[in-house]
Nanobody
């Protein structure tokens, strides 16, 4: 399974971005999909996750600002990020589980200027 993330970029404080991550390859069933982020000098952290049934989960720091969704027909997960803050600046990585094996995407950089 390969994951291709896109949608990162430079945005001002208060702006919005939408990240996408498309899975391809020998996919059976992506039971879990998620977005993580890693800022320079910090550990990678979970931002949001979503089950195959569409149940989302969010880190406290992004609740009310970010929305995760998925299109099962396209094997794609999205992250709509609104009201962005400088502390959201990080590399954003998608993650998916298929047949109990986890896969990482290559990451997309989000930079929020103050």
């Amino acid at each position: 399974v390969q994951l291709q993330a896109s949608g990162g970029g430079l945005v001002q404080t208060g702006g919005s971005l939408r990240l996408s991550c498309a899975a391809s390859g020998s996919i059976f069933s992506l039971t879990y999909m998620a977005w993580y982020r890693q800022a320079p000098g910090k550990q990678r952290e979970l931002v949001a996750s979503i089950t195959s049934g569409g149940d989302p989960n969010y880190a406290d720091s992004v609740k009310g600002r970010f929305t995760i969704s998925r299109d099962n027909a396209r094997n794609t997960v999205y992250l709509q990020m609104n009201s962005l803050k400088p502390e959201d600046t990080a590399g954003y990585y998608c993650y998916a589980v298929d047949r109990r094996t986890g896969y990482w995407g290559q990451g997309t950089l989000v930079t929020v200027s103050s």
